[in-house]
Structure formats: structure tokens, C-alpha cells
């Protein structure tokens, strides 16, 4: 009995994982290779933290871009032709439309909301999607890690966030073109209008998210620089694709320039 007590008593409980690792925010910045290489050999999921800090960026987005929608949906004052002819029950939907237009929903709870599902929707495909390209390759890493290292690579989009709240607040106004859809005119036709919403994704902040996934994916995979650069922007080629459905199907539909839905 005393033995048993004795064992029990020697017993030590292994700490629990950590799931939240904010001191890797900054260092992923400034020491990109030994905190991508610390990320991908993980063996839990490590992804809580920057799908946070992005979360509350994008928020802080969409309630900076509010005014400016706001200031858009106010009506103009000129009626549509031949208003004075329509039947009372439709000129009554129309100024309900116009009201509908600038509610608090539509100015700040949509954009929020389709912030927010762009960042976790876009986050579990880049990790997905990369899990599987790397398996093709010849990897054997997990999918929890593809998942780890899609969220700290991303880590890029915070600045993109910072950006662009300074600059919605500063000029009262929102980003009609980002990234390199400016280059494509808002009535391309064919493959260019499908072109253009994909490059609305396509930045600086990009290129750098291609970089880190490249630094955490080589450990993980122990393959070679051909075959893991390979999987790796495929995978973002992949899901800039994706991203841009949305946006593509909501302009043919609407005639509406195309709009972002992922980060």
C-alpha cells in the first residue's frame, strides 16, 4: 500500500500544450526562419493566435470603412425615369431599398461578417489545399501543420489591415482597386473579368506570405527546394482562385465590380 501511494506520489503531470503563442507575433517578423522552423515542427494546433490578432484587425477595418459606405449609400436625390408612373407598392420598395441601403447591418454587420468568414474560410483552405500539394510531393507532415503554418504566414495581412484602416480613416474613402486589379479595367470581359478579382488578392503582403510558407514548409517536408516551392505556390495559386469566385460570380450577376471576401 505504501508502495502504491509512493508511485502515485512520484507521478508528474505533463504540462498541457499551449494553444495560444503570442510571443512568436513579432519575432515572425524579425526572425522569420527560426520562428517559421519553431511553427512547423509542432505537433499541436498553434493557429488560435494569429487568426485572432487578424480577426480584430478586420474588424477594425470594416468599422473604418464604415462612413465612407455610408456616405455612398446616402440617396442622390434623382429618381429613377418614369417614377411618377410606377404603382405605389413598387415606388414604396424602392425607398425601402434606399433605407435598407444605409442601415447599420449593411454599412458595418455585412463587411464585418464577410471579414471575418474571408479570414477562417481562407485560412482553412490555404491549409488544406497545402496539406494536400505537399502530400503529393512526397511529404508526410500533418495536416495540423499546413494548418499552423497557413495561420503564421499570414501574419503579413495584419500590416495590409493597419494599411488600409489608416487609410480609409485619413481620406474618408474606400479601396476601389487593391492589390493589382487596378491594372485590369471593371468592365474586362472574358478571362479578365475573372482575372481581376484574383489579382485584388495579389500584393507585397502576398509575396511575403509566399515567402513564409516557404521557410516553415522545407523543414516540414524534408524534400527538396524544387518540389517544395513547387506545392507551395500552387497552393496559393490555388486558393487566390477560390478567392476570387465570389467576387467573379457577384459582378456577372450584378454588375457590380468585383469585391474581396478572403484576406
Do not use: C
Not at 114 to 126: H, N, P, R, T
Not at 227 to 234: E, N, Q, S
Amino acid at each position: 500500500m505504501a508502495e502504491t501511494e509512493m508511485n502515485d506520489s512520484e507521478i508528474i503531470e505533463e504540462p498541457r500544450p499551449r494553444r495560444l503563442h503570442f510571443e512568436w507575433l513579432l519575432p515572425v517578423f524579425f526572425r522569420p526562419g527560426r520562428t517559421m522552423q519553431a511553427i512547423s515542427r509542432e505537433e499541436k494546433g498553434v493557429w488560435l493566435a494569429p487568426l485572432l490578432v487578424l480577426s480584430v484587425l478586420a474588424l477594425i477595418v470594416s468599422l473604418a470603412g464604415g462612413p465612407a459606405r455610408a456616405a455612398a449609400a446616402q440617396p442622390s436625390g434623382e429618381l429613377p425615369p418614369d417614377f411618377q408612373y410606377w404603382p405605389p407598392e413598387q415606388q414604396e420598395q424602392y425607398f425601402q431599398s434606399q433605407q435598407n441601403r444605409a442601415s447599420p447591418m449593411v454599412i458595418y454587420g455585412l463587411p464585418a461578417l464577410g471579414a471575418l468568414a474571408g479570414i477562417w474560410i481562407g485560412w482553412f483552405l490555404l491549409g488544406s489545399i497545402l496539406h494536400l500539394a505537399l502530400t503529393m510531393v512526397g511529404s508526410r507532415g500533418s495536416n495540423t501543420a499546413a494548418l499552423n503554418l497557413a495561420a503564421w504566414a499570414s501574419m503579413p495581412f495584419a500590416l495590409r489591415f493597419i494599411v488600409q484602416a489608416v487609410y480609409m480613416l485619413t481620406t474618408q474613402q474606400v479601396i476601389q482597386a487593391p492589390g493589382l486589379s487596378g491594372f485590369l479595367p471593371p468592365e474586362a470581359v472574358g478571362f479578365a473579368a475573372f482575372l481581376r478579382p484574383m489579382l485584388a488578392h495579389v500584393d507585397l503582403y502576398t509575396l511575403w506570405m509566399i515567402v513564409l510558407l516557404l521557410i516553415g514548409a522545407a523543414p516540414l517536408t524534408g524534400l527538396g527546394k524544387g518540389k517544395t516551392w513547387a506545392a507551395v505556390i500552387l497552393s496559393v495559386i490555388l486558393l487566390l482562385a477560390l478567392q476570387a469566385l465570389p467576387g467573379y460570380i457577384a459582378s456577372r450577376l450584378s454588375g457590380l465590380n468585383p469585391t474581396r471576401m478572403f484576406f
